[in-house]
């Protein structure tokens, strides 16, 4: 399956991806309205220390260890490959972000868990963290 | 009747197994035998249920459509009487039995009750472990109700926030004297008990109830209780009864190898019923935690269609908030260690031979599992820069080629 990779070499910190990601799952038309002077919740986030940068989000692991440990039944992997969450069923216990390796499960605005779902359920389509990285530090393809 | 997979127990380790033999067998007929009249639901949500953060259609681990398309016929409220290992049969509570090529025994855990004098002369009195006892304890409960509930471990705890401003009052007692005794230190505790104590929740600690009088209970100290309801969460005991009366090996649960086998020939154990190894403490102990049921079962499942697993790596580890208060727990608390406060977050890490054992967060667990991670795969502490992720853990602590592993290709 095709998923987001990240090169931390090319990654300039700038955290567009963040405000992209945010965007793309705001449910809005306009970017700053949805933005401006709000708390953000992107389901990517960028990590930065001593010169070194790079963004994580979900895995969406072969063998993913938050389904197998989510006590609610809200998340799956299908045969798509892509590991979703059904946020009508999640009760914000955070068993996903107590065994998820990458710390790649965030929490929303209730509390509860969020995560990258590659723009496939939001109107993006796309990964909107990929489209919108300047430098190609984030790209969506597939490797082994 | 025969039906080549059999699995006793229609809990979240019965869904483990089923996806797990699916992985390797996509057609051989598999029987779920459940005492419950409803399919695979969530356990821990039923605490939710009476707060209304979930409902009954939600709460079921998998859609209704799952059991047709992996081909599993499932019976609803019957009951396991007996394992006959020579046979290879189950009989069922109508006197019929049925027979199997590989069996799970996924019976999970049943309430304990101490003995406790008077209990009988209780009326309104409930365990708190099925969804059928938070219905029937959500029918006993009025605006008025005194609730008295014994126990303040994860079971007592999430009843009482359940019911929270739906009675009229919640008082819990334990004998230990902190609450949640089984996963926190007394100092982690203490946060809960204050948080628990500014929502009105009355705790007792230090204490037990010597005998019951009707709506009464006098405790050890000599003081008493009045209540209208009773919860029993004293805590629970792994359900053996089938393996054992079949000749199977019993520690404190049903004992298993790596691979979920029993002693008996293709008779496999998953879930609450059973021992773990764990690794953090390198002991045998039963953790009755979903994940855990859920692994073990997959593992099971994958091996009793003769493929093969092994689950070897089995962490105590609890993620639960109680009014908003979040607590993270894993592993085991020994060795060197590290404590970091911060506004609204404890954390305490525990180091033992340079490597990551087990920790407690209490607050913001924001990324909690990438310490869980370090403890599951023993990670050498020198292999990570350890003192940048005490406070805040991040993938920045490993090295370049480890990230690039982890983020840059299929994981």
């Known amino acids: 399956m095709k998923r987001v990779y990240v090169n931390e070499k090319w990654c300039l910190g700038c955290r567009l991806c963040e405000y992209n990601c945010a965007f793309a799952n705001s449910g809005e038309k306009d970017m700053v309205k949805a933005l401006k002077g709000k708390k953000i919740y992107p389901r990517i986030r960028v990590d930065e220390h001593d010169g070194i940068t790079f963004a994580v989000s979900c895995r969406h692991c072969e063998d993913p260890i938050c389904v197998k440990s989510c006590i609610a039944g809200a998340l799956s992997k299908e045969g798509d490959g892509m590991v979703k969450l059904d946020r009508t069923k999640c009760v914000g216990c955070l068993t996903c972000v107590l065994v998820c390796p990458y710390g790649a499960v965030v929490q929303d605005e209730r509390g509860a868990a969020l995560k990258c779902e590659l723009c496939l359920t939001n109107t993006a389509g796309y990964p909107a963290c990929v489209k919108g990285c300047p430098n190609a530090a984030i790209v969506y393809e597939e490797r082994d | ?411």
């Open chain 2, 1 to 411: 009747m025969i039906s080549k997979y059999v699995i006793i127990g229609g809990g979240v380790a019965s869904t483990g197994c089923i996806e797990g033999i699916r992985k390797v067998d996509p057609s051989g007929g598999i029987t779920l035998i459940t005492a419950e009249p409803y399919l695979t639901y969530c356990r821990p949500l039923i605490s939710y249920l009476l707060e209304g953060k979930t409902t009954l259609e939600k709460m079921l681990y998998r859609p209704e459509s799952f059991y047709e398309k992996n081909g599993v016929r499932v019976m609803l409220a019957t009951k396991s009487e007996r394992i006959d290992p020579e046979r290879k049969t189950v009989m069922l509570s109508d006197g019929t039995s049925i027979g199997y090529e590989k069996l799970l025994c996924a019976t999970g855990s049943v309430p304990f009750v101490p003995p406790f004098e008077g209990l009988d002369t209780v009326k309104s009195k409930f365990s708190f472990l099925t969804l059928d006892d938070a219905l029937e304890l959500e029918r006993a409960i009025t605006p008025e109700s005194r609730v008295f509930i014994v126990g303040a471990g994860l079971i007592g705890l999430k009843c009482a926030e359940g019911i929270h401003g739906r009675v009229g009052s919640i008082t819990v007692c334990d004998l230990a004297p902190q609450v949640l005794a089984s996963i926190l230190d007394s100092d982690s505790a203490n946060i809960v008990e204050e948080t628990l104590q500014s929502h009105g929740i009355n705790l007792i600690l230090g204490d037990t109830v010597a005998k019951f009088e009707e709506n009464v209970a006098i405790l050890q100290s000599g003081a008493s209780v009045e209540f209208d309801v009773l919860v029993l969460a004293v805590g629970v005991r792994p359900n053996v009864a089938l393996v054992r009366d079949a000749g199977g090996k019993i520690g404190r649960g049903i004992i298993v190898d790596d691979t979920m086998l029993t002693s008996l020939p293709d008779v496999y154990a998953a879930g609450d019923c059973t021992e773990s190894f764990d690794i953090t403490s390198s002991s045998s102990r039963v953790l009755a935690i979903l994940p855990n049921a859920y692994m073990q079962g997959e593992c099971a499942g994958i091996n009793m269609a003769e493929g093969y697993s092994s689950y070897a790596n089995a962490v105590p580890m609890n993620s639960v908030g109680f009014f908003g208060l979040h607590i993270a727990t894993a592993g085991t608390y020994t060795g060197e260690l590290h404590e970091i406060r911060t506004p609204g977050c404890l954390k305490k890490l525990y180091v033992n031979e340079g490597r990551l054992v087990g920790f407690i967060i209490i607050g913001d667990t924001t990324r909690a599992g990438i310490y869980t991670s370090l403890i599951r795969n023993k990670t050498p502490l020198d292999e990570i820069d350890f003192e940048l992720i005490k406070n805040y853990p991040s993938l920045m602590a490993f090295s370049g080629n480890s990230r690039l592993k982890m983020l840059g290709g299929v994981v």
